[in-house]
């Protein structure tokens, strides 16, 4: 692979992990509804931790892709395992799936020959 398919291929992983994170998010706003203002903001900073956690491991591993994808693995891993996603293949694609592959693809691509 040479090395401009292989940065390309590097931020395409990056951008997958990015997605996830705003996908997890997505699951935070289901707090906004009931209950004082400050609950409800507590609630979503609380709710939103899973994605800040893919954001702020996206921008801080940015330039070692092997360690991010190490990162994204074991969130996929721990994912699965917590809520049992392994029981359902459904909920294992759509929540253990994406980290996974993203971390498994930065990984290979971030090691060195």
């Known amino acids: ?7 390309a291929f590097i931020l395409a992983m990056k951008l997958v992990a990015v997605a996830y994170g705003l996908f997890l998010m ?8 009931e209950g004082a203002i400050w609950e409800q903001v507590l609630g979503f900073v609380i709710h939103s931790l899973p994605s800040i956690l893919v954001f702020a491991s996206v ?13 994204l693995i074991a969130v996929a891993l721990f994912l699965s395992v917590r809520f ?3 029981e359902e293949a459904i909920r294992f694609a759509t929540i253990s799936l994406p ?4 971390g498994l693809g930065l990984v290979i691509a971030g090691r060195k020959l």
Do not use: C, H, Q
């Open 1 to 7: 692979m040479g090395r401009s398919a292989k940065d």
């Open 26 to 33: 997505l699951f935070s706003l289901d707090v906004f509804g």
């Open 59 to 71: 921008a801080a591993l940015g330039r070692k892709p092997w360690v991010l994808g190490s990162v």
């Open 84 to 86: 049992r996603l392994y």
């Open 99 to 102: 980290p996974l592959l993203a």
